[in-house]
Each structure stands twice: as C-alpha cells, then as structure tokens.
C-alpha cells in the first residue's frame, strides 16, 4: 500500500535539495513530484520551458526532466513528476484545480490540497512522494529534515490576509 506524503518549502533550492536526498535514500523517481517557483525561471513563456532541468540545478532524476506548467490561479511553474502530470492531465481537461484535483487524487485531504495550491500560488515549492509503507519513515524524516512550511502556522497567516480557499479564477500572486 502506498500513501502520499507532501509538504512545501519557502524555496525551489530547499525543494531540490530534498529531491536529491530522496533519490539518494533510493525513493524512486517516479515516485517523486516537485511543482512550485524557480526565480531563475522567467514567468514569461511556459511553453518555453520543457527540458530546462538541467538549467536549474537537476543534472540527474527527477530535477533532469523539470519543465513548465501554467496551472490556473498559479501561473507558470517548473514541475516534474507524477504529480506534474496529474495537474497538467486535469488543465488540459479543463477540470477544476488542475493541483488541487492532482493532490486529492493522490489522497491528500481537500483542506490540505487548497494549501499546498496556494503556497505555489505565492512562490513556494511543493515535494510530493507516493511512499510504499516501508519507504514513509525514510521520506518522512527527509522531507521533516529540510526545515519545511510550518503548515498550521502558513495557513493561520493566510487567514489573518482574508484567504480562506485557493480560488483558481484569481490572478497569479505577485509579491512585491
């Protein structure tokens, strides 16, 4: 049995970083999935950017085969992975939160999804695993390692700004 495990970091690198350790423990790479911001990416062309992995940092695995996606609500993002395929699947379908729709597909609680979208949304980085039983301690203690969102703290902060769902029919976030 399998389960998805997830969690969103402040940065691409921090991202990367964990996907590397993850290939390094020997969690498949087919088993991984990445989306989120890459400020060495432009937002400009999402169509530009298939194959650009090895430009951002992923010599080898999973981060080789990163590419662009424009996801509603989110914009352009790098993304690799099941997950990446999932939410691209669901945007060319025209179906409702193309991430969102991909994490709850994959098992994550709804709630947990329209955080997870919204991190994206305001530049963060999302990993997420399908972990065997045995794996889930090793990808757990990995991911729990690279100093991730404090979730419960993220969504407390969101709240205070008026955010109470990811809404896909928004402009993308811009901090500036």
Do not use: C
């Not at 990446?84 to 609680?109: E, F, H, N, Q």
């Amino acid at each position: 049995m399998t389960r998805t495990i997830t969690r969103s970091y402040d940065t691409y690198e921090q991202a990367a970083g964990v996907v590397e350790k993850l290939e390094q423990a020997g969690i498949s790479s087919t088993a991984i999935s990445v989306v989120g911001h890459d400020h060495r990416v432009k937002d400009s062309n999402a169509a530009e950017g298939a194959g650009i992995g090895a430009g951002i940092g992923g010599a080898a695995g999973l981060l080789a085969g990163i590419g662009m996606l424009a996801i509603p609500g989110i914009g352009p993002v790098v993304a690799a992975g099941w997950l990446a395929s999932t939410a691209a699947g669901a945007v060319a379908g025209a179906a409702a939160g193309g991430l969102i729709g991909a994490l709850t597909t994959a098992g994550v609680d709804e709630d947990e999804a329209h955080y997870y979208a919204e991190t994206v949304r305001r530049g963060g980085t999302v990993v997420s695993v399908q972990a065997d039983e045995g794996d889930a301690p090793t990808v757990e203690a990995i991911l729990d390692g690279a100093s991730p969102i404090d979730r419960e703290a993220r969504v407390a902060l969101y709240r205070q700004e008026g955010w109470t769902r990811f809404d896909e029919t928004a402009p993308p976030y811009r901090a500036f």
